[in-house]
Structure formats: C-alpha cells, structure tokens
C-alpha cells in the first residue's frame, strides 16, 4: 500500500483544521495514476471539495512552481520543492516493525536528505507518532504566519542546493556529502 494511502486519514484531518482558520487554499495530493482513483474516493467520503489530485509530472511541477507551502514524504520530491523555494515540512509515517527495522539497519538524525546533507532541521520531520494532524497543521500555521522563517528556510534550501550543484553527476555529489555525514 501507498504511504498517501496510509497518511489520509492523517491528511484529510490536518487539511479540516487548516479550512477552520483559511477556506482560500486549494490542497494537491501528486500520487502514482493507478491511485489516483483510490485518493479521489477517499477525499469524496470525507466531503472534502477544496482538493484536486494530480498524477502527471508536469502538472505537479506547474503546481509546485505556483504553491505557497508543501507537505512531502521524505524522498526526492523534498529537493524539487527546495528548488522551487517552497517552504515545506515532511511527514512521513509507516508500521512500527518496519520502523523498527529500518532503525536497527540505519542509523542517521533525520529522514530527509536535506536535513542529512545539513546535519541539522532545515525542513521540520513530522515522523511515526508525531505525523498526526495537529502537529502538521500546527507547524503550517507557524510557517504560514511567521515570514521570517519562510526566509530562513529558503536561505537554507539554496546554501544546501549550492552545495551539491556539480559538473559530476548529482546522485554522484550526493552521495559524497552523505558519505560524509553518515560515517
């Protein structure tokens, strides 16, 4: 299963505090086409209307160009949000046995590679019991009303950006930094 899947429940009740506060925003899930069904359903039971859910590359990338704020999973999406100057946070939540696992096989501070590459939270990690929908809409509020930490993160983002820019391959530059942060 899908971890958009996993995280509606949590999702769908994060954007229902966030419509309390601001009824403006329209919230975009990006998923694979053969889920795209099953997202549309569930946001359809929940009756929630100020959602579209796209599966196309490049109308995510259009939507992302044009976003106020974004919400990933960890994983490469984080770097093209970054590279858009996006201010974002990252959820991410899976089963307790694999967690567990994946703590016992790695061992690193954070989830996301910007954090990892930075040795430090530029991008806030919503991970396992602390993605719930409270903490993600508590965190976008403060986002949302504090422009100062906009900037900084932005800031952040292109000191991180600059740092693996290369003529090498970027899975290449990548993997030095991590190399260097991880060992």
């Not at 966030?18 to 403006?24: C, F, I, L, M, V």
């Not at 039971?45 to 590359?57: R, Y």
């Not at 530029?122 to 903490?135: G, T, Y």
Request: net charge positive.
């Amino acid at each position: 299963m899908s971890e958009i899947i996993t995280l509606m429940p949590i999702i769908i009740s994060f954007i229902k505090l966030s419509q309390n506060d601001r009824n403006d925003l329209t919230f975009v899930f990006h998923t694979i086409k053969n889920l795209k069904a099953k997202v549309n359903n569930y946001i359809i039971d929940q009756n929630i209307d100020s959602c579209e859910i796209v599966s196309d590359e490049e109308i995510k990338k259009s939507i992302l160009s044009n976003s106020i704020f974004a919400i990933a999973k960890s994983g490469t999406v984080s770097l093209e949000i970054c590279n858009l100057n996006i201010p974002s946070i990252i959820i991410y939540k899976i089963n307790f046995i694999n967690f567990f696992i994946i703590k016992l096989l790695i061992n690193v501070k954070f989830a996301n590679i910007v954090n990892i590459i930075s040795n430090y939270e530029v991008i806030p990690e919503l991970l396992q019991s602390k993605c719930n929908a409270l903490n993600i809409y508590e965190k976008f509020k403060l986002f949302m009303t504090d422009e100062n930490l906009r900037n900084k993160q932005i800031l952040e983002y292109k000191k991180i950006l600059k740092q693996i820019k290369t003529d090498v391959s970027p899975s290449k530059k990548i993997s030095e930094i991590l190399s260097k942060n991880l060992y």
